[in-house]
């Protein structure tokens, strides 16, 4: 008895090391680039669990060796979250990396709340970066313009994608901003100011 209960489990041993050495449910991955024209992409960032990315574009590539997807002369671009689309993007290339964050030499977003135009551009080897995992914008150049809002323009910016927190500058960095002002009727004067 004790002869047959060693046989099994040798018989066991043996079955469960030629179970190991078999290939299981791996994930095939391509070894060549891969190439879609006029293709829509959907980005579901694991750190921004909400919002939606999608992206029209004339050529997506996406590069398994670097896990990156890089999509060229985009059409048509927007983040929404829930069913509100908070802001429109476009940009001639634009690399979304391993990390769901996206890196472009420049990027043109439309805040359709405020109906403001942002202009994000890099420079000197630094490029626009959206940082999922902090829900911000990285800028080295941004210029704003909108109707009633002026121009404005900032270097080394940090701001959310809602743009409620905005930071920029630093050392040898210029910041710039023009407002627009109502017309103001010159026989009014402000409270307690005398004649």
Known sequence: MAKAALLALIALVATLALLARTPGDERDVPLEEVVLHDAEVRLFPASDADAVWRFA??????????????????????????????????????????????????????????????????????????????????????????????????????VTFDFTDFEAGGPDTVGIAEFELDDRDPDRRPEGASP
């Open 57 to 158: 574009a004339r050529d997506v590539r996406y590069d398994p060796n670097r896990r990156e997807t890089t999509l060229t002369d985009l059409t048509d671009g927007e983040r929404r979250v829930g069913s509100e689309v908070d802001f429109t993007l476009l940009a001639d290339r634009l690399v979304i990396g391993r990390d769901d964050d996206l890196r472009s030499e420049r990027m043109d977003v439309h805040l359709i709340e405020d109906d403001l135009d942002v202009f994000m551009t890099g420079r000197n080897d630094r490029q626009v970066l959206v940082a999922h995992r902090d829900g911000r914008f990285e800028v080295p150049d941004l210029r704003m313009v909108g109707e009633g809002f002026g121009e404005s323009r900032y270097q080394d910016v940090r």
